[in-house]
């Protein structure tokens, strides 16, 4: 009841609630502008003494010790551009001697070969002999080869004959390559 | 005491709520102060502070790559990389070398003892660095194509191609056709190629040569050895000395030039 009557015993307590909440605010204000005042500061020192600007020189020193070696690098870019195209080349020209040499290493003494053509797609050739066994011995030869697919494509006889008067046989054969 | 009160009420309400907030209203302005410092100053110097941390690392590993381009190009040797540009331009040159067939085709059937006819070569245009690239997926190849007329056995020819495909300018046969009494008609051609234009980006870093590129270099180094120099006299050919036709659809250069053994041009 007395509580409710005095009213100064009231004034007082809010007044001192009031203070209080006040100085609560108060520091939490001074707190943030503290924090805030210090991260600015934090970030403008971090900015200052950012490695950037010496990077930067570093980076412009390079370049001039760089232009001053510019011939050695053309020089070896272009070894380098010639070298791989050389090596393309040397990878895909034609051996026309290891595909002669597969041909004739199978080719009995008793065949004579009358024309060889010879691209880096196929090889075309005559041959005529007297014995059909060698013939025989030879076209088996090149077809096993051609099985393989190691070497040859394909092997297809174009023409098989036989000359009555002089007992020869000529056929002609088309060798697709690899 | 009535007097004090009624003071204090006459006054306008604005300063009587200030008198009473006044605590609140300072702290207000200052976390206000404060929230525009972190709008308008913390917030664009952290994103100005970030690009700078990622400028210095960019920076950092291009100079890096600089650095490690200075150190490769400081390690390579003047006369060694002169001595490899030319093999390799030798061995495929930028632009048609007639003069490389001119001197590679006699001293290839020297060395394999065979005879050659004559033989012709369409140089086509000359002015080749000025081709342009839309001509063609091979634009910048400058081959020049040799039909041959060989006479010689099949050892001999067998070694004429092993020979060619050592001769510098690099050379391929493409077509061989033996008739039935050691006439050979040899289709080959003699590599060029153009230059490309070379954009050199400081970002990227050089690559030393590889062992591969040097097993190469030294495979060619072998044959540039074998080839004749072009400056001395070339080895007499068995045969006569071949007439060599020089077509240039382009460039006004007289149709038939003479090779004598000595190597210099006749016209």
Known sequence: ?178 | MSEHISEQYDQPIYVILYQKYKAYIVSCVILLICAALVYYVILPQYDDLQQTWAKEQVLRSKNKILADNVVLLKSLQDTSLDSKLETVTLALPAEKDYAGVLVGVPNTAAIARTAIGDFSFVVGDLNTTQKSKTEGVDADENNISVDLLLKGSEDATKLFLQTLSKVFPLAAADNLSLGSVDNVSLKTKFYAKLLPKFAYDDEKPLQPLTAKENALLEQLALWQNQNPDRNAVPAAPPAATPTVALVSPTVQVTPVISATPSGALVR
């Open chain 1, 1 to 178: 009841m007395s509580e409710k009557i005095n009213l100064l015993a009231r004034r007082k307590k809010n007044v001192a609630q009031q203070s209080k909440s006040e100085k609560t605010f108060k520091l939490v204000s001074l707190v943030c502008l503290v924090l805030v005042v210090g991260t600015a500061l934090s970030l403008y020192i971090l900015k200052v003494t950012s490695a950037l600007p010496s990077l930067q020189t570093q980076e412009k020193q390079l370049l001039g010790q760089l232009q001053t070696l510019y011939p050695k690098t053309i020089k070896l870019l272009i070894i380098k551009n010639r070298l791989a195209a050389i090596g393309t080349i040397l990878k895909n020209r034609p051996d026309l001697v290891k595909t002669i040499d597969i041909i004739q290493q199978k080719k009995p003494q008793s065949i004579v070969t009358s024309s060889f053509e010879v691209s880096s797609t196929d090889v075309t050739f005559t041959a005529t002999s007297t014995s059909l066994a060698a013939v025989d011995q030879y076209l088996n030869a090149l077809v096993a080869i051609a099985n393989e697919k190691k070497a040859f494509r394909s092997a297809d006889l174009q023409n098989l004959s036989l000359d009555p008067k002089t007992g020869t046989y000529s056929f002609s054969l088309d060798i697709g390559l690899l």
